[in-house]
């Protein structure tokens, strides 16, 4: 059973719009939550973790927030730019130990037009 | 330099032929990691590799082992491949492998099994 759902599974922005990336999941325990950027053929990079039973995080135009009693993520990404066209991946972790297992989610494919 | 390399980045084989997939990082890390990526799922977890000669299964290890015989290296192979090991995979590395720590990713290796 999935354990990391995202939404929605693509969405289609105009360059300079705002938009909101959603994921739930149902791990437990959830340690950490971690964003990614996979652009088209290549690997994930690490965009932003977020630790905190509520926290939020900032990384120039992309900002993010955790909700753990809710298990539930956003990223939002500011004024968008042709080069934000990409997958955008939810990974939670369970444990922040060497025993942990990180739980991916399938992602949220992004295309930003002019 | 801060690289996870992979190679081939394409292969095409056939049914019953073995395959090998190379990794290589030039951080150090300890613990690297095969990842495959079907589409409409999350990452999946084939092996985890502590150190040299040090490997444990993931979540999906049949039909495939490994190799660490150098920290900077691992590498996946599949004796008599299969139809449905047709996949992109992903080779990561961490620094010592606790789980929220950040994962650095090669750029994958397309591999059809026909």
């Known amino acids: 059973k999935t354990q990391v759902e995202q939404s929605p599974q693509s969405l289609v922005v105009r360059q300079g719009e705002n938009c909101v990336l959603q994921?739930?999941?149902?791990?437990?325990?959830?340690?950490?939550l971690r964003w990614f950027k996979q652009d088209t053929g290549k690997g994930l990079v690490s965009l932003t973790v977020?630790?905190?039973?509520?926290d939020k995080t900032s990384n120039g135009r992309y900002s993010a927030t955790l909700d753990k009693d809710a298990k539930h993520s956003t990223l939002h990404i500011t004024a968008t730019l042709l080069d934000d066209t990409a997958t955008y991946i939810c990974?939670?972790?369970?444990?922040?130990?060497?025993?942990?297992?990180?739980?991916f989610g399938a992602g949220t494919q992004l295309i930003v037009i002019p | 330099d801060m690289k996870v390399t992979q190679m081939p980045r394409y292969l095409i084989k056939r049914m019953g032929e073995n395959v090998l997939l190379e990794c290589g990082q030039d951080?150090?890390?300890?613990?690297m990691y095969w990842y495959r990526q079907d589409p409409g799922l999350g990452l999946q977890l084939i092996y985890i590799?502590?150190?040299?000669?040090?490997?444990s299964e993931g979540d999906i290890p049949k039909g495939y082992r490994v190799s660490r015989k150098k920290r900077e290296h691992f590498s996946l192979i599949l004796d008599s491949a299969k139809t449905n090991q047709t996949s992109v995979y992903f080779c990561?590395?961490?620094?010592?492998?606790?789980?929220?720590?950040?994962?650095?990713f090669g750029h994958g290796t397309k591999l059809s099994v026909l």
């Open positions: 990561a590395s961490s620094l010592s492998g606790q789980s929220n720590e950040r994962l650095f």
């Open positions: 994921c739930n999941y149902s791990v437990t325990p959830d340690n950490h």
């Open positions: 977020l630790v905190d039973q509520k």
């Open positions: 990974v939670v972790g369970d444990r922040g130990s060497a025993l942990g297992r990180l739980h």
């Open positions: 951080m150090s890390h300890e613990t």
């Open positions: 590799s502590y150190d040299v000669d040090s490997n």
